[in-house]
């Protein structure tokens, strides 16, 4: 046996789990068919009616031609249909999946004990749509169909999806980071540079002023500096942008020294003036306008690992943390049941609100997982609107904190987390 981070550690896989082929024999008849005589007025008759039968009257050769026209046509819109890609996007339920089978840890000091029923992490479906498939997630009241723009902002996939990949890197490591302290390993954790990853669409509209964020700032762009009027602040790790702008209001004019790739593929430091504007989620905050790549980076005292494969995004953080979890302690940290998990991880152990909660919802229903944790952040009325879709076929738990999902589990059937002696 070989035991190995959306809304890594250890994996065990045990076991390498030939058709035979059949030859059909065809029993040939054992007498032949005896000669069967019929009178000449039978066959006649028989001739006369598949005359009837077999030419059609001059209306029906008139219409056949229309008909088959028609009908040629449909399956021609029907088949176009089917592969024109038309730009639009999809949010559909996905997959609740072990996350102890993508598990890995390379510390053969390290006690593993794999669970028997263990986490689930949740995903949505995101792919690229046909003009029929988008017909069908019209109708479809758990699919969204959004457009390029609604999907992507800037409308640009690969760099969205080079973006979500690089989230889910940052989530595996933060949710090792976590777990690991929780159970008292030695673990370190450092905050990375401010660099640009996407704008939001709702701050960047096709009308946005010229000095908007996105009008100035590029993805991958570093910010070094910026000044409001009262000289520069260095910005040597993300956290320190929310302190520089405290005293800001939107409309101000702020000059951001910013580190930038070059077409020869070196960087060059150079200024922008940017102007602020309020945070579309609280307008007593200000905001530059982009979306910070997550640059957090730990050090753990032996290699976890998550083999995620193409999947992106940061929503799998809260179950690859209880997942390292249940899996370095002894005991059932999962109740029987099953439990689906979905949430961000903070470096506190912090939960933070993920996308297509109804959709996850979905996929945790066809699982068989009856418990679904979520983060508290996502808000009453969303997580209603999940409970509604999915009836009482899973119980789906608020949760604002790594401790909030641990006393969930257990209060549902689950042991209780003792961390290990070394």
């Not at 952040?377 to 009836?391: F, K, L, S, Y």
């Not at 904190?401 to 257990?410: I, K, R, V, Y």
Request: proline share 5%; hydrophobic share 45%; charged share 20%.
């Amino acid at each position: 046996m070989r035991v190995s981070w959306g809304d890594g550690v250890f994996v065990s896989r045990a076991g390498l789990r030939r058709p035979t082929a059949n030859r059909a024999k065809i029993a040939k008849p054992a007498t032949k068919a005896k000669r069967v005589e019929i009178s000449v007025s039978d066959t006649q008759v028989d001739k006369v009616l598949a005359a009837r039968v077999v030419a059609p009257s001059l209306r029906a050769q008139s219409m056949a031609i229309p008909l088959a026209t028609i009908a040629f046509l449909l399956i021609g819109i029907v088949l176009g249909a089917m592969l024109w890609p038309i730009q639009r996007y999809e949010t559909a339920p996905g997959t609740a999946d072990l996350v102890g089978d993508l598990l890995f840890i390379a510390d053969d000091e390290v006690a593993i004990y794999v669970p028997k029923t263990g986490v689930r992490f949740v995903t949505a479906m995101g792919s690229e749509l046909t003009a029929l498939q988008s017909f069908m997630g019209w109708v479809d009241p758990v699919v969204n169909v959004l457009t390029c723009e609604e999907r992507f902002g800037d409308c640009d996939p690969a760099a969205s999806r080079e973006i979500q990949l690089g989230a889910m890197a940052n989530a595996k490591e933060i949710a090792a980071y976590v777990a690991l302290s929780y159970l008292g390993f030695d673990a370190t954790f450092t905050e990375g540079s401010a660099q640009v990853a996407g704008f939001d669409p709702t701050l960047c509209p096709t009308d946005s002023p010229k000095k908007r964020a996105c009008k100035v700032l590029q993805v991958g762009d570093v910010i070094e500096s910026i000044d409001l009027g009262d000289g520069p602040i260095a910005i040597d790790v993300v956290s320190k942008l929310t302190t520089a702008l405290v005293d800001a209001v939107p409309g101000d004019i702020a000059t951001l020294t910013i580190l930038s790739l070059t077409s020869d593929g070196g960087t060059k430091s150079h200024d922008v003036d940017v102007e602020l504007v309020a945070s579309p989620d609280d307008e007593t905050r200000t905001l530059i306008g982009f979306t910070a790549r997550d640059t957090r980076t730990v050090d753990l005292p032996f290699v976890v690992d998550f083999d995620t494969a193409a999947i992106g995004g940061p929503s799998a953080g809260l179950s690859f943390a209880l997942s390292l979890i249940d899996n370095l302690t002894e005991g059932e940290m999962t109740p029987p049941q099953g439990v689906a998990v979905t949430g961000t991880i903070q470096e506190d152990g912090s939960v933070g609100a993920i996308g297509a909660l109804v959709q996850k919802s979905v996929a945790v229903q066809k699982s068989g997982a009856k418990i679904f944790l979520v983060p508290t952040e996502q808000g009453v009325d969303e997580i209603a609107a999940a409970q509604a879709t999915v009836g009482s076929a899973v119980e789906i738990v608020p949760v604002a904190t790594l401790s909030e999902a641990l006393a969930a589990l257990l209060k549902r059937g689950g042991q209780r987390v003792v961390a290990p002696t070394r």
